[in-house]
């Protein structure tokens, strides 16, 4: 069992659509990541929270603690967010998820 | 752009090989971390270097092996190369203050360096 789960695993939306991505994870943790990866690899970190919600642009992230969730939310999606979104945790060491991946159609 | 920088970005080895994979960090950021990510996964962590010392270990096995140098910049070497280190290898740098831990890090991350072993 991963110890950070995330779903879903590919995700299609129409430009302008509201995504929401899920992470779960199983581990004690001092805080989450929420990562883009680009085709090719490069990685870009977009959030990193222990608690709350912090907001980006159009990105949201939030997450709760007691129940070991996170949220990554884009409003008015566009296609430049077609990306791989990983869920990572810091706990005595770094856990990934797999990794959603998003397909914005225009 | 991060800052961080890595070379070489695609290499091809053959089983039993070893190689040296380089990151050069942000500047300024003293820890560096080192993951591999297998072709539909997500990145593991190989283990992170904080001023010239290993700071933490993910599971693999000792034939991978690291170095930080003074100037923050790092290597990872792989033994014995196996089929399975086929994999995209990412480094990511960040700057860890004094008493701070793991979860205050902001990771920048580099574009990797492709690793395939035939």
């Known amino acids: 069992k991963n110890e950070v789960e995330q779903s879903p695993q590919n995700l299609t939306a129409q430009e302008g659509e509201f995504i929401t991505i899920n992470c779960s994870y199983s581990?004690?943790?001092?805080?989450l990541h929420w990562l883009q990866q680009h085709p090719g690899g490069g990685i870009v970190s977009l959030f990193m929270?222990?608690?709350g919600k912090k907001k980006h642009g159009r990105l949201i992230a939030t997450i709760n603690i007691q129940e070991k969730h996170s949220s990554l939310h884009i409003t008015a999606s566009h296609p430049r967010d077609s990306a791989v979104y990983i869920c990572a945790v810091t706990g005595n060491q770094f856990y990934f998820g797999t990794g959603t991946s998003l397909t914005v159609i225009p | 752009e991060t800052g961080v920088t890595q070379s070489p970005t695609h290499l091809i080895k053959t089983r039993g090989q070893q190689v040296t994979l380089r990151c050069s960090s942000q500047?300024?950021?003293?820890?560096v971390s080192w993951y591999q990510q297998a072709l539909g996964q997500g990145p593991q962590f190989i283990f992170q270097?904080?001023?010239?010392?290993?700071?933490g270990r993910g599971n693999f096995p000792p034939r991978f092996s690291g170095l930080q140098f003074p100037n923050y910049s790092s290597e990872l070497n792989v033994n014995a190369l196996e089929l399975d280190d086929s994999a995209l290898y990412l480094c990511?740098?960040?700057?860890?203050?004094?008493?701070?831990?793991?979860?205050?890090?902001?990771?920048?991350f580099g574009p990797g360096t492709r690793l395939t072993v035939l």
């Open positions: 929270l222990s608690s």
């Open positions: 270097y904080y001023r010239e010392e290993e700071n």
């Open positions: 581990v004690g943790i001092s805080a």
């Open positions: 500047s300024g950021h003293n820890t």
């Open positions: 990511a740098s960040s700057l860890r203050v004094s008493g701070g831990t793991t979860s205050t890090d902001t990771q920048y």
